[in-house]
């Protein structure tokens, strides 16, 4: 082989190895390219799907899972999904699903028991006279004159205190300056939740800051301290009815160790 032949062949291989070595690079960056790909075809929420029974899911449900559009089924934490949505009160469970690509199903179990409430909210509470006066007027006559004039929005209450805005009548108001605090809601479901399982069946309740005012039809307004026990209160309640019966007052202000019936 002549010295030229030589440098050719070298010159050959040296070409043929530098470009076998560009070949393990070149696989990598293809990999890594094929892989971005696929995940940002496949594997990024790009719609989430959110069933509440045969509804849709509450508004605000559907924002908090409107945060997880665009991040990666690998990154997605389903804990705190779960712990954010049940926080808000609206929904009693939470099952999440992921379908390729890029699908998010969210199926919501909606709260089992809930009640119907009107709201009468007004800078200044009606000052019923009983409060001033020794005189036997009916705190629910004077309520309801209020509400004729006061303006009402229907709302369901759920168990976990939450007020959420729906269709629908109710004879339960909640009489005050402002929406109460989530923990006066929690305690207002409890009356109704007492009440719904006793024997009375009120045609008007009002629930204010301090108090519950109860009307049964052809009964006494029934006067009652809003952190009293309620199962304990409607109990005792019952067992004044003989009492009722014998005297027909028109009032029974029960906020205190001994009825006072007027």
């Not at 971005?36 to 790009?46: G, W």
């Not at 509440?52 to 605000?60: K, L, N, T």
């Not at 559907?62 to 690998?74: A, C, I, N, P, Y």
Request: proline fraction near 5%; aromatic fraction near 8%.
């Amino acid at each position: 082989m002549s010295s030229t032949e030589f440098f050719k062949a070298k010159e050959k291989r040296k070409t043929l190895f530098s470009f076998k070595s560009l070949i393990a690079p070149l696989i990598i960056i293809f990999s890594i390219i094929s892989v971005v790909v696929i995940h940002q075809k496949v594997f990024l929420i790009k719609q989430i799907t959110c069933r509440m029974g045969d509804g849709d899911c509450p508004e605000a449900i559907v924002s908090l899972l409107d945060r997880e559009k665009g991040r990666s089924f690998l990154l997605l934490n389903s804990r705190d999904v779960e712990h954010q949505i049940l926080s808000t009160g609206l929904v009693d469970g939470l099952d999440l699903k992921t379908s390729l690509p890029g699908k998010l199903l969210a199926k919501v179990q909606p709260p089992v028991l809930t009640f119907f409430v009107k709201t009468a909210f007004t800078q200044v509470v009606p000052s019923l006279s009983f409060l001033v006066s020794s005189i036997s007027a009916s705190p629910t006559l004077e309520l309801n004159s209020f509400i004729a004039t006061s303006e009402s929005k229907a709302f369901q209450l759920l168990s976990t205190g939450v007020l959420t805005q729906a269709d629908g009548d109710s004879n339960y108001y909640l009489v005050d300056q402002s929406i109460p605090s989530r923990q006066y809601l929690i305690k207002a479901f409890g009356w109704l939740h007492s009440l719904s399982t006793s024997a009375m069946k009120p045609e008007k309740l009002f629930f204010l800051s301090d108090m519950i005012i109860l009307k049964e039809k052809d009964q006494p307004d029934l006067i009652m301290n809003f952190s009293d026990d309620p199962a304990t209160t409607l109990l005792s309640l019952q067992r004044l009815s003989e009492i009722v019966t014998m005297k027909k007052p028109t009032v029974i202000d029960f906020r205190f160790s001994h009825p006072i019936l007027k």
